[in-house]
Nanobody, 128 residues
C-alpha cells in the first residue's frame, strides 16, 4: 500500500515562499508519476504539478508556471514543491498524489478521479 505524507504548509504573506514535502512509501514499481493537487473549499481539486520518477519529466499548471518548482529524490522517496511569489489565490489544501505516469492529463478536470493514492493534505494560507 502506497502512503503519502505531506508537510510544510503554513501561513505566508503574499510574495513569500514555502516548500512542501511529500514523503512516499510502499511503491512496488520504479516507474510512477507523483505530484501535487490543491483544493479550495467549494471548488474542485486541481492539478498543480507532477514529476516522473523515470525520466524526471515535469509538468505545471498554467497558474503556477514560473513560480513553483517540483523536484524529487528517488532514493529518499521524497518530492518537494517549492512555491515562490505566492499569491492569495494560492491559498488551498495541497495534496500529494500518485499515478503510474506524469503528464498533461494531471490537469484535466477528471484528473483527481484517475489518481491512485492520496495524502491527507497540508494547508497553505497566503494572507497579509
Amino acid at each position: 500500500q502506497v502512503q503519502l505524507v505531506e508537510s510544510g504548509g503554513g501561513l505566508v504573506q503574499p510574495g513569500g515562499s514555502l516548500r512542501l514535502s511529500c514523503a512516499a512509501s510502499g511503491f512496488t514499481s520504479d516507474y510512477y508519476g507523483i505530484g501535487w493537487f490543491r483544493q479550495v473549499p467549494g471548488k474542485e481539486r486541481e492539478g498543480v504539478s507532477c514529476i516522473s520518477s523515470s525520466d524526471g519529466s515535469l509538468y505545471y499548471s498554467d497558474s503556477v508556471k514560473g513560480r513553483f518548482t517540483i523536484s524529487r529524490d528517488n532514493a529518499k522517496n521524497t518530492v518537494w514543491l517549492q512555491m515562490n511569489s505566492l499569491k492569495p489565490e494560492d491559498t488551498a489544501v495541497y495534496y500529494c498524489a500518485t499515478h503510474n505516469a506524469c503528464g498533461s492529463f494531471w490537469f484535466y478536470e477528471n484528473a483527481p478521479k484517475r489518481m491512485y493514492y492520496w495524502g491527507k493534505g497540508t494547508l497553505v494560507t497566503v494572507s497579509s
